[in-house]
């Protein structure tokens, strides 16, 4: 039914409208239009004060349409529908212009084009909004349950939120071991926990959880449907070896295992056997065997009935609501060369030198390659604020100041007479974790700074390592530094997902991580609906904010899917069964597999189905024979919307 009483209100928007439109001549512009009850500007539409205006206009005019002339719809389209909704006005007859984006900050230099241009914006949307119609949001069912990819902290903090929110959880984890990188960790920084003793307690709680099924060596190779409803195949691969085996038999196993590799655990500091688990404590219990390496000779199996090189792998079909990708981060494997990694002995990352703090914190020498350690250089910002490298890492990885002074405060503590050297490019030890800053100062530890078009330079000459450094904190002096070994403070990289981006088809941003919605808006939401990202799979980050990421994406996924039920917008692509000859055009240009082929009154026919359509319109202008309607865009209201834009003054 055509709208008669439409209410028009053009928003000043404190001056960042008014001062570049003249907000009374639009007002003035379209108050005598015949299907125009009232016109009024005002100072911010989006004030409560306002809207409650809004609301009485409507309530006692009965206006039948509504007209907002403002900022982007992105910030409030949805605030203007809920006004008209309080009021008793259908949501869906309400039509945004934006002519803050659109005019006054497109146009500044010009503020008689931008009125102009605001004034065919405000008079499409009266078009439009004359056309359109009362609409019903769409209520499916939804699965109740959510799959988490990750078993690292984040994605068992994940779990275990959404676990107390009455939602199933998969918890699906492509190692055979849960923890990620935290499980490497001793001492963590905030807290006197180590790393083991975290991923322990989650995994603990993770155990005693019914709701909560994990699987482990897994990994998601599939995925189709849409938010509320997806299909996933998970790949399970084996351990080849049963949960009944016994721990003396594996420990006869192991000990006679032949083979050994280097430890990807120890960063390569040690061996390990073909059959392991990385240490004592790690969960699940159950070892596995590195089919990589292992020669299948046969010596396991001899002190092992339970070992069995029969095992295949299973593909395990899961429906669930929703899916959250918690997948961590990799640590910057230095070029072979840079800082002398590679190439000069006793150079290593700060993940290295985490571990073999590890290894030998109960030791009474510190030693590395049979050199007793006591001067220690760290060269901060390797791999990240790479601005002098051509697709370098631009960004600060955050977490890796404060990590590195922390590992030299422990060290310092298990090995007192070693000396600590820090070559920086400003130290960004921020909030609480300052006091490790002021904590290192303390202990006598020194520091230097450099620029980046002088970064440190790491020269052997004979037995010693040297390192050089423009110190610009005494007046740009050269520094020379006699050193045992140097630690490159390595930052984060985005973990290697190729595999699961082209599953799930998660956009990436520039530097390679998990790419939100609006960091600030929709931080833990995908333009893929029902997918969310947290923890570091999205940028660097350390374990508190993994944490609280982590939960937020827990409390974003109960929000949609505790009732158990969907309210989809109803702007959704529609077929008319009497035009359409079934040429199959919608399909191919669809990217949600939103069209299916039915029969009707003798004839194939195009079906949408609603749950994956997202009312992108991509289907509409690829039908032959104009039988695809969009609802909330149909043709009517578009080319209404277009004479409106077309209109000149009298």
Known sequence: MKKKKIGVYICHCGGNISDYVDVEKVKNSVKDEEIVFLATTTMFACADSAQKEIENDIRDNNLDGLVVASCSPKLHLITFRAVADRAGLNPYNYVHANIREQCSWAHSDDKTGATEKAIQLVKGAI??????????????????????????????????????????????????FVGGRVAQLGELYNTEETGKELVTRLYNEVKKRKNITLFTGAEAIEKSGSIGNFEIKVRINPRYIKETCSTESLEKAIEVCPVEVLDEFNYGLNKRKAIYKNYDSEYPQLPTIDMDNCTKCGECEKVCSEIDFSMKEEILPLKVGGIILNTGFNSYEPKKGEFGYDEIENV???????????????????????KKIKNIAYIYCVGSRQANIPDGNK????????????????????????????????????????????????????YLQSYIDHLPEVKQNGNRITVKIIDYLTSNKEMEVDTDLVVLVTGMVPRENKDLVNVFKVP?????????????????????????IAGASQAPKNIMETMSSSSS??????????????????????????????????????PFNAFTKVEHQGKQVALVIEANCKGCGMCLPVCPTNAIDLIGYTDNEVESLIDGLMQQDK
């Not at 349950?145 to 492509?174: C, F, H, K, P, Q």
């Not at 009732?563 to 919608?586: Q, R, Y």
């Open 348 to 370: 290593i990352t700060l993940p290295q030198f985490s571990r073999l703090i590890e290894l030998q914190k109960d030791n009474k020498n510190f030693v590395y390659n049979k």
């Open 395 to 446: 960004y600060c990885s955050r977490y890796c100041c404060t990590s590195n002074i922390h590992k030299a405060i422990l060290a310092k503590k298990y090995f007192p007479e070693i000396n600590n050297f820090h070559f920086t490019r400003g130290i960004r030890t921020y909030g609480k974790q300052e006091v490790f800053y002021d904590e290192s100062s303390k202990q006598g530890d020194i």
């Open 508 to 532: 990436l941003g520039r530097d390679g991580f998990f790419n939100e919605i609006h960091m600030k808006l929709r931080p833990v939401e995908t333009v893929i609906d029902g997918v969310y």
């Open 127 to 176: 078009k439009r909004v004359y056309e359109s119609e009362a609409l019903e949001q769409i209520t499916i069912p939804a699965e109740k349950v959510m799959a988490v990819i990750g078993a690292g902290i984040g994605g068992m903090r994940t779990a275990l939120d959404l676990s107390s929110n009455d939602i199933e959880v998969y918890l699906i984890e492509r190692e055979f």
């Open 553 to 590: 994406a827990a409390a974003a996924a109960s929000a949609v899917l505790s009732k158990g039920e969907l309210s989809l917008e109803p702007t959704l692509a529609v077929v008319d069964p009497d035009a359409c000859n079934w040429c199959d055009k919608c399909t191919e240009a669809c």
